[in-house]
């Protein structure tokens, strides 16, 4: 089993009867080596005494946002920065609702707002509730965040149901825990992941860009930082949240992509390149807006270097893996980019489907190696990235 280690872990503890299991939950995060502390919610107290968790824990539990006490020890925001993970294990059907709204008027919500670190919930409740389809978008919803859900078990449950809702046993959730820091092929090793489109300036009020929203990009870089990866993000025109974990570096335009890139190269062990960039700048940019009444009739266009067939060129590569965004002769275009531009690998995704791809919270891709081709099925964002990095590390580390 894996080892925690110097790990900091946050447990919430919600209203579920399952609470009843968070003393173990502590004692088996604490048999891997982490530091525990405790959030407990008003319904979370309905079912464990906090004398129980603060004696096992060997710390204070905090359940109040509004202590001033606490705020001057460790407050909401230092909570939040102290967790390396944070779980909540039971997590009730109303914690999760909540934490999908965004809601911030209790401690254990507000720290989950303010923290980088990551995130695990271990539902808990009746099988019922458990398959009931608020339930399922709601966890689908955090899956997409980047919240990894403890699967519940099937079986018994206290209120004489029989089925899957059963918070997962204690052992497993710390397991499950030590996973998220396993020594993954990534771990250790730098990836550089260039994200959004870029914008080529036409005067200094209009431009050319394109539909990216850059959430596939930011889910690789999730997938990436939970593989253990120092992940660095060269950041275009985005309408996502930016991954806090990574280091960013913000470019407008394609040249400053290209300049950023090969900037940060150097050393790295993996690069993916989810830009789209444009191909095209125009060739001169007006100091002043273009009047409409003017004589302008045709933009005249500038081929914009390609960053990733430059990388793929370099002495000491990186891996290099590719997209291919395409709506037409989907696999002999990709394959061709494989081959042109010389990557280790290429993902294409079919753009001309407004449910995946460009600017949708799903996709559905094929990873492209010189070897094999593999589709990945419709899923979210976040899964696809998972795959493709999995993919990746098993082939190319
Ligand atoms: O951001 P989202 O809304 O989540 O959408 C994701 C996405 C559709 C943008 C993404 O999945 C994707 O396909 N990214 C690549 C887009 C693209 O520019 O594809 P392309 O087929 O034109 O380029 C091929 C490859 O060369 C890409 O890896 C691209 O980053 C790279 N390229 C292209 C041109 C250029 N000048 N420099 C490059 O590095």
Same mark, same amino acid.
């Given at each position: 089993?894996?080892?925690?280690?110097?790990?900091?872990?946050?447990?919430?503890?919600?209203?579920?009867?399952?609470?009843?299991?968070?003393?173990?939950? =502590?004692?088996?995060?604490?048999? %891997?080596?982490?530091?525990?502390?405790?959030?407990?919610?008003?319904?979370?107290?309905?079912?464990?005494?906090?004398?129980?968790?603060?004696?096992?824990?060997?710390?204070? =539990?905090?359940?109040?946002?509004?202590?001033? /006490?606490?705020?001057?020890?460790?407050?909401?925001?230092?909570?939040?920065?102290?967790?390396?993970?944070?779980?909540?294990?039971?997590?009730?059907?109303?914690?999760?609702?909540?934490?999908?709204?965004?809601?911030?008027?209790?401690?254990?919500?507000?720290?989950?707002?303010?923290?980088?670190?990551?995130?695990?919930?271990?539902?808990?409740?009746?099988?019922?509730?458990?398959?009931?389809?608020? *339930?399922?978008?709601?966890?689908?919803?955090?899956?997409?965040?980047? =919240?990894?859900?403890?699967?519940?078990?099937?079986?018994?449950?206290?209120?004489?149901?029989?089925?899957?809702?059963?918070?997962?046993?204690?052992?497993?959730?710390?397991?499950?825990?030590?996973?998220?820091?396993?020594?993954?092929? %990534?771990?250790?090793?730098?990836?550089?992941?260039?994200?959004?489109?870029?914008?080529?300036?036409?005067?200094?009020?209009?431009?050319?860009?394109?539909?990216?929203?850059?959430?596939?990009?930011?889910?690789?870089?999730?997938?990436?930082?939970?593989?253990?990866? /120092? &992940?660095?993000?060269?950041?275009?025109?985005?309408?996502? !949240?930016?991954?806090?974990?990574?280091?960013? *570096?913000?470019?407008?335009?394609?040249?400053?992509?290209?300049?950023?890139?090969?900037?940060?190269?150097?050393?790295?062990?993996?690069?993916?390149?989810?830009?789209?960039?444009?191909?095209?700048?125009?060739?001169?940019?007006?100091?002043?807006?273009?009047?409409?009444?003017?004589?302008?009739?045709?933009?005249?266009?500038?081929?914009?270097?390609?960053?990733?067939?430059?990388?793929?060129?370099?002495?000491?590569?990186?891996?290099?893996?590719?997209?291919?965004?395409?709506?037409?002769?989907?696999?002999?275009?990709?394959?061709?980019?494989?081959?042109?531009?010389?990557?280790?690998?290429?993902?294409?995704?079919?753009?001309?489907?407004?449910?995946?791809?460009?600017?949708?919270?799903?996709? !559905? =891709?094929?990873?492209?190696?010189?070897?094999?081709? /593999?589709?990945?099925?419709?899923?979210?964002?976040?899964? *696809?990235?998972?795959?493709?990095?999995?993919?990746? &590390?098993?082939?190319?580390?």
């Amino acid at each position: 089993m894996n080892n925690l280690t110097n790990k900091r872990i946050l447990l919430g503890v919600s209203g579920s009867i399952a609470a009843y299991k968070s003393p173990d939950i =502590v004692r088996r995060l604490q048999d %891997l080596g982490a530091e525990v502390r405790v959030i407990i919610t008003t319904g979370g107290r309905e079912f464990v005494s906090e004398l129980s968790l603060q004696t096992i824990s060997k710390n204070k =539990v905090h359940d109040n946002l509004w202590d001033k /006490e606490a705020e001057l020890a460790m407050g909401h925001i230092e909570l939040a920065k102290w967790a390396d993970a944070v779980i909540i294990a039971p997590a009730s059907a109303n914690t999760i609702a909540r934490l999908c709204h965004g809601k911030a008027d209790d401690l254990l919500s507000t720290v989950i707002l303010a923290t980088n670190a990551s995130v695990l919930i271990a539902p808990s409740m009746n099988q019922q509730m458990f398959a009931s389809k608020a *339930i399922k978008e709601n966890l689908k919803i955090l899956n997409n965040r980047g =919240v990894v859900t403890i699967n519940p078990g099937f079986g018994e449950q206290a209120c004489g149901d029989v089925g899957e809702g059963r918070l997962a046993e204690p052992e497993e959730i710390a397991k499950q825990v030590a996973n998220m820091f396993s020594d993954s092929a %990534l771990s250790g090793r730098k990836v550089l992941i260039t994200i959004g489109g870029t914008i080529e300036a036409i005067d200094p009020v209009r431009y050319i860009s394109n539909h990216s929203s850059g959430k596939m990009g930011m889910a690789l870089a999730h997938a990436c930082i939970q593989a253990g990866a /120092e &992940t660095t993000l060269i950041i275009g025109s985005i309408s996502v !949240e930016i991954e806090k974990r990574a280091e960013v *570096i913000y470019i407008t335009s394609a040249n400053e992509m290209f300049n950023a890139v090969m900037k940060k190269i150097e050393n790295q062990d993996l690069f993916i390149s989810c830009a789209a960039v444009a191909d095209f700048r125009p060739t001169k940019i007006s100091h002043n807006k273009i009047k409409k009444d003017g004589k302008l009739a045709v933009i005249e266009l500038t081929k914009n270097k390609d960053i990733l067939e430059s990388v793929c060129k370099l002495k000491n590569k990186p891996v290099c893996i590719g997209f291919a965004a395409e709506t037409e002769n989907f696999l002999a275009n990709a394959r061709a980019k494989l081959k042109n531009k010389k990557c280790d690998a290429i993902i294409l995704n079919d753009i001309s489907n407004s449910d995946i791809g460009l600017n949708s919270d799903e996709n !559905e =891709v094929h990873f492209i190696s010189q070897e094999k081709t /593999e589709k990945i099925d419709k899923s979210s964002k976040q899964i *696809i990235a998972e795959k493709i990095i999995k993919k990746v &590390t098993k082939y190319f580390f």
